[in-house]
């Protein structure tokens, strides 16, 4: 047997297969006539819709291409038809199978849609085209975004840990010309080119590795991402689009309910404001790293880009940075501010943020302080997935991909499968 082609064998071994379950199938389906129910039947129109029939569908399965004969009901009027069966399949208004459309979900939520369309022809033998990848990915993401609003259920008491922490940021995505018009940018000519996704990131850290500081636990990151506005109206009492985002995801986690509740942020405005009113009682703390990065900004400004010099001056300043000697590092700031403007926006960028930065005091506290996971969620969320060369996305299209993608990141595809196979039921 040394000289079988054992993956010829076992690939024909499983087409085979599969051609034998799904003629089976089929067959069992076709058999069954319980689809009809009399000479009418309530059509959702309030009329009544008459039999007219049974009728041919071609369904694409997991296993192959099956044909369904179904009864069909019309109803005169509305002028419309139904037929009871798709829906009991959860096969209504597509020809995929409900495996198949979680597949394309699968796929459509980690890699562009071409990917996605050879990753099913390559693993799975499917022959989807990328055109019905996006559809379909984009309509699942849209059903995923209605899901995540109308869904909120507090976690259990036992998930539920004494500190909890959040992130909020936003990257840029690029958009179509039409998703642009109107709005400002940094181009040369004050145009736009992309549109800014916000995200909100739950995590915990009650581990700690040699040192005593606090390590991310393990599976414990939650994503949810939108392009929406997280500014408040000033003639209204609602909180932003964003902040209601951020309040579901905070209920679903428990953070509402955590002893400790800490937010960390890049030092964007809009981010405290959300803070102080949506989250009243958490602790705001200024991502170390991204005070650090200004720090070695304003070196690189004073002393060029690459410079013994500047990275000596940097290392100081970080030094006195994660020592809390605030008052030492303005200082040092104030002796380049007159001739620098990137000092000048330091000076007022740590002014503004000097409560958020008592690292020690936080350090003695046990807390979190720069861990890198909303600017890994970022990459992972938005950037892998929305931002690959050639991508030109709508609002639409880009949030419903993005809330495909949290799903599936934050382990909560599932349980979306079963409620939306259950409202198929």
């Not at 089976?24 to 689809?35: G, P, R, S, T």
């Not at 909020?168 to 109107?182: H, Q, S, W, Y």
């Not at 590092?329 to 380049?336: E, R, T």
């Not at 949030?399 to 993608?405: K, S, T």
């Amino acid at each position: 047997m040394d000289d079988v082609d054992f993956e010829a064998l076992e690939t024909g071994a499983r087409r085979r297969a599969m051609k034998v379950t799904v003629r089976v199938i089929e067959k069992a389906i076709n058999a069954d006539h319980n689809d009809y129910a009399g000479a009418t039947r309530p059509c959702p129109c309030g009329g009544r819709a008459r039999y007219a029939g049974r009728r041919k569908k071609v369904l694409q399965s997991s296993l192959g291409k099956m044909t369904l004969v179904r009864a069909y009901y019309h109803c005169g009027k509305c002028g419309r038809g139904f037929y009871p069966r798709d829906r009991a399949l959860g096969v209504e208004d597509t020809w995929l199978s409900p495996a198949v459309t979680r597949m394309i979900g699968v796929v459509g939520a980690m890699e562009p849609f071409e990917d996605g369309s050879r990753l099913l022809s390559e693993l799975a033998g499917l022959d989807i085209d990328a055109k019905q990848v996006e559809r379909t990915a984009k309509a699942l993401g849209r059903e995923i975004e209605k899901d995540e609003r109308e869904h909120a259920e507090p976690a259990a008491e036992a998930e539920v840990a004494a500190t909890m922490y959040m992130g909020m940021d936003g990257t840029g995505v690029p958009m179509r010309k039409e998703d642009l018009e109107g709005r400002p940018g940094k181009q040369s000519d004050g145009t736009s080119k992309t549109r800014e996704m916000k995200l909100c990131t739950v995590w915990t850290a009650e581990g700690r590795d040699e040192d005593g500081i606090p390590v991310r636990d393990e599976g414990s990151v939650t994503y949810t991402a939108s392009i929406e506005s997280a500014a408040m109206r000033d003639d209204s009492e609602e909180p932003s689009d964003f902040a209601k985002r951020c309040e579901r995801e905070a209920i679903r986690r428990g953070f509402d309910r955590a002893v400790r509740q800490v937010v960390l942020g890049d030092g964007a405005p809009w981010i405290w404001n959300l803070v102080t009113e949506t989250f009243p009682d958490a602790i705001q703390i200024l991502d170390r790293f991204h005070a650090k990065q200004h720090l070695s900004d304003v070196a690189k400004a004073i002393y060029g880009v690459k410079s013994d010099l500047g990275d000596k001056w940097a290392k100081h300043r970080h030094e006195e940075l994660d020592a809390g000697q605030v008052d030492d590092i303005l200082a040092a700031l104030h002796v380049h501010a007159d001739g620098n403007e990137e000092a000048r926006k330091c000076i007022s960028y740590i002014e503004t943020n000097r409560s958020r930065m008592r690292y020690p005091e936080f350090h003695a506290a046990g807390l979190c302080t720069s861990s890198g996971v909303v600017e890994a969620g970022c990459k992972v969320v938005v950037g892998h997935r929305l931002k690959r060369a050639g991508m030109h996305w709508s609002v639409l299209g880009s949030n419903a991909i993005a809330a495909l993608r949290c799903h599936r990141l934050s382990h909560r595809f599932e349980d979306f499968w079963e409620r939306h196979a259950g409202e198929a039921d």
